[in-house]
């Protein structure tokens, strides 16, 4: 069994009025490589006529973002003419490359409405080889998503990409990495094996589960040694794991900001390549 090295728990870090919550990177843990970065927003309940997300344009390259819409909506729109609103159980990946503008709001809708809103955002690193590829976006719904029964029922893997027992995920990736949201019953248990060789990205959202004997409570990353390969997961009450592997860069990481490069030139560059328009224009 793969051995627990560290339980790192989210750090509270509100932005405007949008409850969040971060595990990575804090204080006790830069990235697990080539996972970089998480926040988790919500749960919480906006009242009708709202102002939504607070994500205005901004710039991102070298990088990924895959947005995990859980409650709620979000509205992507970008420099490279993608548009699309997400609604609950839907999934956004952006690969960011070379460089993009974008905007994650909420719908026209939401803002009228309110109601439950809970998201979360994961960085991933892009390989150096990549990190100025031609810029992608693709939104899915919740519909478009593999979801797999396990365990009678009490365990549904949403297959975001990767590979699980033959099947395919949602989202063809740049690196070969394994993304899934699952969802638990009380009792629900789940088995898997995952190469040594592989980091292991663990975020509890919900519930409370016990991973190879010890108990983890919500809003709690795990950190594994990359010693054995089996994971022992079962559900104590009703629970909600975002569940990845890949394999690591083993590449230097420069991130500042949107940036994430491998040298402090090329995070300069990035900057003087946002500033000179070579991102796309914005159009409102």
Known sequence: ??????????????????????????????MID??????????????????????GPHPHRGMETVTFILEGDIMHKDSGGHESVITAGGVQYMTAGRGLIHAE???????QTGGPLEILQLWLNLPAKHKMMEPQYKGLQKEDIPAISLEEGKVTVNLVSGEWNGQKGAFDTVSDVLLSTVYFQAGGQLN????????????????????????????NLVEFNNDGEELQVTASEESILLFGH???FNEPVVAQGPFVMNTEAEIYQ????????????WRH
């Open 1 to 30: 069994m793969r051995t627990i090295k560290k339980i790192h728990t989210a750090e509270y870090r509100p932005i405007a009025d949008l409850v969040t919550y971060s595990p990575l990177p804090t204080r006790s843990l830069q």
């Open 34 to 55: 080539p996972f970089l970065f998480l926040n988790h927003h919500g749960h919480q309940v906006y009242k009708p006529k709202n102002n939504g997300l607070p994500f």
């Open 105 to 111: 709001v909420s719908s026209s809708d939401f803002k």
């Open 192 to 219: 898997v094996t995952v190469p040594a060789e592989r980091n292991i990205f663990f975020y509890i959202i919900k519930g409370t589960l016990t991973v190879n004997g010890q108990d983890v409570p919500f809003r």
């Open 246 to 248: 890949a394999m690591p």
């Open 270 to 281: 990035a900057y003087q390549d946002y500033q000179q328009g070579k991102f796309g224009e």
